[in-house]
């Protein structure tokens, strides 16, 4: 345990020099002090005073670029390191090209097959030579250890170095800076290395704050480390929160983390989903998955808190394809985008009467769609489907059924 403590201190002791460079980072424009937003709907919704620190708006789009520019830092500083080389499934790759950049140096970042576009894109705008390789992060970064042996170049691991885990730490001390009654910090959790060092810090400063971390059903691995007492490996990256898809956590960020969190909760997808749209409409936060999941966490009720409580958004590079996708699905599972589909008599007016109730109702018309060649289907009839967005108000889909079965229009609810 005093092995443990002694890393938890050094990470700490490494945080106070982080936030050295991040501070002078920031005084030249090069990184954000990024702001601690009250959220009024998750507090309303928790009745606790809940503050999103928006790492989304981070330059970079992620908290990325603090443990990167950390770590580098330190490199160029005592290795005169020219070359670095990292692996990522997107944020990590743009924070090492992005600070590889403003010290002049070679970056090659090897990201996953599959990685969202704007990530790779992102990247490469950044000048970093980008190598596209294996189906997962951990076959991504595997390919990268041996090329940083290969090429003579530092590797930058993306949560597995104490240099790195402290610039993410800074977040810790900003946090404690503008909330110094903090009771939660809520933080999402993929390789370990943004929970550790947020966690070294707050737990040094304030050791009652409850530190909770958040992954995806999915992709466990440090649920699952957490409970058995050991790294645990998972095979499963299949999730929309593709920044934390990670299958295996680092040795130094498991033993930060069993000695410094107090728990760690999972989240599905469609819980991601509708944090999404919740951060999007409410909060005017664009989050992508892995940004989202403490915020999710909080909305399903997987967490229960009191008291002051910060969620770290933490980052917000989503791909706009992908971001209409989430929305539409989030505006379905919420029930605000509806389906009406029924049977009208197929003669001049009767889809008139039919809009004219919707109209008179504030209901949106999204879309119209007739069948009248199904065979099931009587020769004078047609069935119409009408997309629908819905008021945000209790009971008024049940209203519309009403008023249009009152003109004898039998109408029924489907997904869109």
């Known amino acids: ?10 990470i700490y002791e490494l945080s106070k020099e982080a936030l050295i460079h991040i501070k002078d980072a920031q005084s030249r424009g090069m990184i954000h002090r990024t702001p601690l937003y009250r959220s009024d709907t998750l507090s309303s919704f928790t009745n606790a005073n809940v503050y999103l620190k928006l790492e989304a708006l981070q330059k970079t789009g992620s908290f990325k670029v603090r443990g990167a520019f950390n770590a580098i830092t330190h490199y160029v500083n005592s290795e005169n390191t020219r070359h670095v080389i990292t692996a990522s499934a997107g944020n990590h790759a743009q924070g ?85 009654d903090v009771d939660y910090v809520i933080v999402p959790v993929g390789g370990g290395g943004l929970i550790s060092g947020i966690a070294s810090v707050i737990k040094a400063i304030k050791p009652s704050t409850k530190i909770i971390g958040v992954q995806t059903e999915t992709t ?56 999404i749209l919740m951060l999007a409409e409410s909060a005017k936060v664009i989050a992508e998955g892995a940004g989202a999941v403490a915020a999710a966490a909080l909305l399903s009720g997987k967490i229960n808190v009191k008291g002051n409580v910060a969620v770290i958004i933490s980052g917000g590079n989503i791909d706009v394809t992908m971001l209409a996708k989430v929305l539409y699905k989030g505006l379905v599972q919420t029930g605000r985008l509806i389906m009406l589909k029924g049977l009208i008599p197929d003669r001049p ?3 008139a009467q039919v809009t004219g109730v919707l109209g008179k109702l504030g209901v949106n018309i999204v879309e119209i769609r007739h069948e009248r060649y199904n065979p099931l289907i009587k020769p004078s009839y047609t ?17 519309v059924l009403n ?7 039998n109408f029924k609810v489907e997904v869109p």
């Open 1 to 10: 345990m005093n092995y443990i403590s002694g890393i938890i201190d050094k």
């Open 96 to 180: 090492v090209a992005y600070v590889a950049k403003i010290y002049d140096l070679k970056a090659t970042i090897v990201m996953p097959k599959y990685t969202p576009w704007i990530k790779v894109s992102n990247t490469k705008k950044y000048g970093a030579d980008v190598i596209l390789e294996g189906q997962s992060y951990y076959e991504a970064e595997k390919h990268a250890v041996e090329l940083a042996k290969e090429l003579n170049a530092k590797m930058i691991h993306a949560y597995n170095d104490p240099f790195v885990i402290a610039g993410q730490g800074t977040i810790g001390w900003e946090i404690i800076e503008d909330l110094k």
């Open 220 to 275: 466990p691995s440090a649920y699952l480390s957490l409970r058995q007492g050991k790294v645990t490996t998972v095979d499963n990256t299949d999730t929309i929160a593709d920044g934390i898809a990670v299958k295996r956590i680092g040795d130094l960020t498991f033993e930060i983390m069993r000695n410094t969190i107090d728990d760690i909760v999972l989240v599905n997808d469609q819980e991601i989903v509708n944090a």
């Open 349 to 351: 007016g009767m889809l």
């Open 383 to 399: 069935e119409v489907n009408i997309v629908v967005e819905m008021p945000p108000e209790e009971g008024a889909v049940d209203k």
């Open 403 to 409: 008023e249009l079965s009152k003109l004898g229009f």
